[in-house]
């Protein structure tokens, strides 16, 4: 069974601060997804990293793929009282489509 | 284009109770996924269709769980009989083609007293 360890689990930190998230695995991943997901609402695609060791930069958002296609992380520059919300990743395995998701990261910035 | 709409939103049903969720996908989007949150641990993915086959359904928990997509349109997911454990939010996704990312719609949050 494909697991994928996200942490940390929750995150609060200030205005202005960075920040990573990291998602672990011992598996191998086609591909890697990150989203974010407000209360009340499904998850939101942000990116989808594919090539080992391929970094993709969404604004303030920096998502890299780990070299081995094994673990992936999201770095926040300067995070923004916006960038406030759960923050979810999820491994596609080589052999089918079924997503497998880490616990999330629940981040709050504080003004 | 309308997301994918799931109804209903809530529902709160006594165990032992049936339950029938139902996701109305992108049009178009022939790849319908089910997924399931459960309090406190990650999405867990339940079945996938293709049109109206069952491509994948490893994720399906048990028997008492049943999903269909009659016509390959919206598709439905009945709990009979529900229990406690069955509790969570469930998600319904679509995609055009099984590699395209997934859309997911908001999700029905069951809870089961």
């Known amino acids: 069974t494909q697991l994928l360890e996200q942490s940390p689990q929750f995150l609060s930190i200030q205005e202005g601060e960075n920040l990573t998230v990291y998602c672990n695995s011992s598996s191998v991943f086609s591909s890697l997804q990150w989203y974010r997901q407000e209360p009340g609402e499904g998850p939101v695609l942000l990116v989808t990293?594919?090539?080992g060791g391929e970094v993709k930069k969404l604004k303030r958002l920096t998502f890299q793929f780990g070299d081995a296609r094994k673990d992936s992380s999201l770095h926040i520059t300067a995070a923004q009282p916006g960038d406030t919300g759960l923050y979810l990743c999820?491994?596609?395995?080589?052999?089918?489509?079924?997503?497998?998701w880490g616990a999330g990261t629940k981040l709050i910035i504080k003004p | 284009e309308a997301g994918v709409t799931q109804f209903p939103s809530h529902s709160v049903i006594e165990k032992g109770q049936t339950v029938t969720l139902r996701c109305d996908p992108i049009?178009?989007?022939?790849?319908l996924y089910w997924y399931r949150r459960v309090m406190g641990k990650e999405i867990k993915f339940l079945l996938h269709?293709?049109?109206?086959?069952?491509?994948?359904e490893s994720g399906m928990p048990n028997n008492r769980f049943l999903a269909e997509r009659t016509g390959g349109t919206y598709s439905t997911l009945k709990v009979q009989p529900a229990e406690l454990e069955d509790s969570g939010v469930y998600f319904c996704a679509s995609s055009h083609a099984d590699w395209q990312p997934q859309h997911f719609g908001d999700g029905t949050r069951l809870s089961i007293l």
């Open positions: 999820a491994g596609v395995p080589d052999s089918n489509y079924q997503l497998i």
């Open positions: 049009s178009g989007h022939d790849n």
């Open positions: 269709f293709v049109k109206e086959s069952k491509q994948d």
């Open positions: 990293v594919v090539t």
